[in-house]
């Protein structure tokens, strides 16, 4: 038995980033081997199931796969220098913010990546998956390879009639941030938080890696990209969240980006799995997709569009996060987080509770029946 950890990802995973990050900033021990065929084939079917990156082996052989539930189980066992605040309003911010980056920045992680970023990627996909072919073979193999990457796009809500919208709703985010990465290091202070891994794999993996995004954010956001090199390479695990459980002025724009586009979603997608699991009562096992539902962004703006998108039962999943958070604090504490998200639009967030309960299983999305 090792005593390192194993990252089976790629530099190309939003998610390997996401965890990557995490080990980096924890200073645990680990080797990270790339998801080729061979190991898809020799280690993550046989142990998970389906094919999926990142998983993490454990040095006792556990097999780990979610980024939330890897994290959350490596806490437990590193807990020094504690990735999740323990004061009220930093706490759900932070599991907030988690959600935002994991869920909702596919969005534009995806569009740059297969409408402005293809013909690279399709490269490293054959490089990744291919390694002992030619450029030609591996060309070949990155075709077939990112299909059905490249065909989740609709089931994003990312077609032709959103493109402008997520553009310039992924630009107004990306100023954003830079105005608070200029003042601070972090989303909480100088110590990452959850909500930091949440966003570092979109904007590490996708934007900050691919070549025309990479550009893109070094040119208007550059305190953004410099935030990023220092949550994928950090140089100690020093610092603190601010004190007094402040949010800073700065973060309140993005949090008030996530309740406008995000949130909506997220309720309409308790409701839809509730009435899946009324409609489906001797079901267990949730389907990746319910059907489909409306999502809005650039609300107010000249270029506001309505699009289409699946409804993802594992939002609910990540959703549940933020919200068991807010229900287990103090009353008074709820007050104070209550009256933050007044501020950005949010004061009916975690109001409506989920009509049933989703849990993860055998590396599954079940019903907690």
């Not at 603190?240 to 979603?265: G, K, S």
């Amino acid at each position: 038995m090792t005593d390192q950890y194993t990252l089976y990802g790629a530099a190309i995973s939003l998610y390997s980033g996401k965890v990557r990050a995490y080990l980096n900033y924890k200073g645990i021990a680990y080797q990270e081997l790339p998801a080729t065929k061979e190991v898809y084939k020799t280690v993550i079917m046989p142990n998970v199931g389906w094919p999926v990156i990142p998983v993490v082996v454990t040095p006792e052989g556990t097999t780990l796969q979610d980024t939330s539930d890897i994290i959350d189980t490596l806490e437990l066992r590193f807990p020094a220098a504690p990735i999740v605040p323990a004061t009220p309003k930093q706490q759900v911010v932070a599991l907030l913010l988690e959600v935002f980056g994991d869920e909702w920045l596919r969005l534009p992680a995806m569009h740059y990546r297969w409408n402005h970023n293809a013909d690279w990627i399709i490269g490293e996909f054959g490089k990744l998956s291919a390694p002992d072919l030619d450029e030609a073979g591996q060309r070949e193999v990155g075709e077939r390879t990112c299909r059905p990457f490249r065909g989740s796009l609709p089931m994003l809500g990312v077609v032709e009639e959103t493109y402008a919208a997520v553009e310039s709703s992924y630009e107004a985010l990306l100023r954003e941030l830079d105005a608070h990465f200029a003042e601070h290091d972090y989303l909480l202070g100088s110590r990452p938080s959850i909500g930091d891994f949440g966003l570092i794999g979109p904007l590490y993996a996708h934007q900050y890696r691919d070549p025309y995004s990479g550009d893109l954010m070094r040119r208007i956001a550059p305190n953004v990209a410099a935030w990023v090199l220092r949550t994928m390479e950090p140089t100690a695990r020093s610092g603190e969240f601010l004190a007094d459980d402040a949010i800073p002025e700065t973060l309140l724009p993005v949090l008030q980006r996530m309740m406008t586009e995000q949130l909506p979603t997220l309720h309409d997608t308790m409701l839809q799995l509730g009435q899946w699991a009324a409609d489906n009562p001797q079901e267990t096992q949730v389907p990746r997709s319910i059907g489909m539902h409306s999502f809005t962004l650039e609300a107010g703006l000249p270029n506001e569009v309505t699009g289409e998108r699946a409804v993802l039962p594992f939002q609910q999943w990540m959703w549940q996060r933020p919200l068991d958070a807010f229900n287990a604090l103090a009353a008074g504490d709820r007050a104070q987080v209550q009256a933050l998200l007044a501020k950005v639009g949010g004061e009916e967030a975690f109001s409506p509770q989920p009509l049933v309960r989703v849990k993860r299983e055998n590396y599954q999305l079940v019903l907690a029946r």
